[in-house]
């Protein structure tokens, strides 16, 4: 089959379980790192994807998602008669039935021995305790998780309640000084969407201690799923000790 990615999350997971298939992969498809000598070719952005270019490398199949992609993309891919799988991901199950059929289902592969490491993996979790934290995930202006993301869901399985996960939208708009006021036990920075890093998000919460993670193991849906409550409950512990909590 010939498929083109419009996830990074779904590149990932077709890259390495099934090297070869992916013929077009997003300007943010940034995972396995060789995708260009693999012979994925970059068709533009998430939101922006060349139509013209997709139907012309003549995929068996588009797979995309609900949330990263836009629907006049999609419909335009679907008028240009190709075929979209578009996924749904809210959170860790219904992840893993996604990923399953993407890659069983809609691609005839055999189960990949990642997904079911990854399953494992969360199944075993300890959490961590009962954390409240703030998410941001970009700044000018502050926007943070609110409720029903796969990100929430995960930090909830690690023991870490999202402050905001009652709130009325999934992203919403917080003022910096509500955020530090939020009584939180800790900040949680993914570098992305937004690149937070140590010299770069910290410094707006200085009473609280700030947990800089992996956007990938944090946001991404695929093969990092089997590390990510290793990754992610490592970074929050050392945010704790460090602030001698």
């Known amino acids: ?5 419009l996830v990074p999350s779904l590149t990932e997971a077709v890259a390495v379980s099934a090297p070869g298939l992916l013929v077009g992969v997003t300007d943010w498809c940034s995972h396995p790192a060789d995708l260009g000598e693999r012979g994925a070719l970059r ?27 836009r629907v006049p993309d999609l419909e335009a891919l679907r008028a240009a008669g190709l075929e ?17 059929r993407v890659l069983v289902g809609a691609l005839g592969l055999k189960r ?15 959490p961590l305790g009962a954390l409240t934290a703030c998410v941001p995930i970009w700044r000018r202006p502050w926007m ?13 399985r690690l023991g870490v309640r999202n402050a905001y996960a009652e709130h009325a939208e999934r992203y919403p708009r917080v003022a910096l000084a509500e955020l530090t006021a939020s009584g939180c036990d800790l900040v949680v920075l993914p570098d992305e969407p ?23 193991h944090l ?8 590390e ?6 490592a970074a929050i512990r050392r945010s704790w000790a460090a602030a001698g909590r």
């Open 144 to 156: 943070v998780l609110g409720r029903d993301t796969f990100a929430g869901d995960l930090l909830a």
């Open 194 to 216: 937004y690149a937070f890093g140590a010299e770069d998000g910290p410094e707006a919460f200085p009473n609280l201690p700030a947990a800089l993670v992996s956007g990938r």
């Open 112 to 126: 990949p021995r990642w997904l079911d490491e990854a399953e494992a993996a969360w199944a075993a979790v300890e």
């Open 1 to 5: 089959m010939r498929i083109v990615s």
């Open 219 to 226: 946001t991404w849906y695929g093969p990092s799923l089997a």
């Open 43 to 69: 068709i533009g952005g998430t939101k922006n994807p060349d139509v013209g270019r997709i139907a012309a490398l003549r995929p068996d199949l588009v797979v995309a998602n609900e949330e990263e992609n």
């Open 84 to 100: 979209v799988l578009v996924t749904e991901v809210r959170g860790l199950p219904q992840a893993l039935t996604e990923l399953d």
């Open 228 to 233: 990510a409550p290793a990754v992610l409950g």
